[in-house]
């Protein structure tokens, strides 16, 4: 009997707007610009990678190679991500005990 195996897809499993905003903000904390590129990634294919891209004002290729292992994308196309998914950046000061 053979085993079939498929690659695990994260965004599968972040099917609520909630879930996606508490992975992002997760990630936003640690502050791994990789993680975070990658993360963005996932919740877009989550949404829907055509129409983040679209609302976004980038090509959806444009989108999946900015936001692949190897991509750099702007800091303009991670902001129009983010307004794509109907969020804000908000900042805040580093207190010395993190």
């Known amino acids: 009997m053979t085993v079939e195996t498929k690659l695990f897809d994260a965004s599968e ?22 993680e975070i590129k990658h993360a963005f990634g996932i919740v877009a ?10 609302d976004a004002g980038v090509t959806r290729e444009a989108l999946y190679k900015a936001l692949s292992e190897k991509g750099d994308p702007k800091f303009s196309t991670l902001l129009g991500v983010v307004k794509a998914l109907g969020l804000k950046f908000e900042l805040k000061k580093i207190e010395a005990a993190e």
């Open 13 to 34: 499993y972040l099917d609520t707007e909630e879930s996606q905003v508490e992975y992002l903000s997760l990630i936003m904390d640690d502050g791994d610009f990789e």
């Open 45 to 54: 294919r989550a949404r829907g990678m055509t129409a983040i891209a679209r």
